[in-house]
Nanobody, 123 residues
Framework: VQLQASGGGLVQAGGSLRLSCVAS????????MGWFRQAPGKDREFVAG????????GYTDSVKGRFTISRDNAKNMVYLQMNSLKPEDTAVYYC?????????????????WGQGTLVTVSS
């Protein structure tokens, strides 16, 4: 399984970015997907997750109302639309594929990870 994340970059506070992740190697629609992030000196944290059929989504409290996760099973893609970005959102963002059909906030229950894409939000 390979996951390829893209869409990161430098943006001013208040701006928007859309991250994309394409998956290959196993039936994409069988598994939940998640986005995580890791800032310098900090642990990797759950950002958003989506179940295999997109019927269920979840977010960490700090991004609720600003970020939206979505997926297109026909294209093997998962997206993270990030609006109203803040400097504290600066991190490397990773997409990951769950071991099950739902999404989970624990990184230990994700089987595969992308390489990460850097998001930098300037104040």
């Amino acid at each position: 399984v390979q996951l390829q994340a893209s869409g990161g970059g430098l943006v001013q506070a208040g701006g928007s970015l859309r991250l994309s992740c394409v998956a290959s190697g196993r039936t994409f629609s069988t598994y939940g997907m998640g986005w995580f992030r890791q800032a310098p000196g900090k642990d990797r944290e759950f950002v958003a997750g989506i179940s295999r059929s997109a019927g269920s989504t979840g977010y960490t409290d700090s991004v609720k109302g600003r970020f939206t996760i979505s997926r297109d099973n026909a294209k093997n893609m998962v997206y993270l639309q990030m609006n109203s970005l803040k400097p504290e959102d600066t991190a490397v963002y990773y997409c990951a594929q769950s071991k099950v059909g739902g999404y989970i906030s624990s990184p230990n229950l994700y089987a595969y990870w992308g390489q990460g894409t850097l998001v930098t939000v300037s104040s």
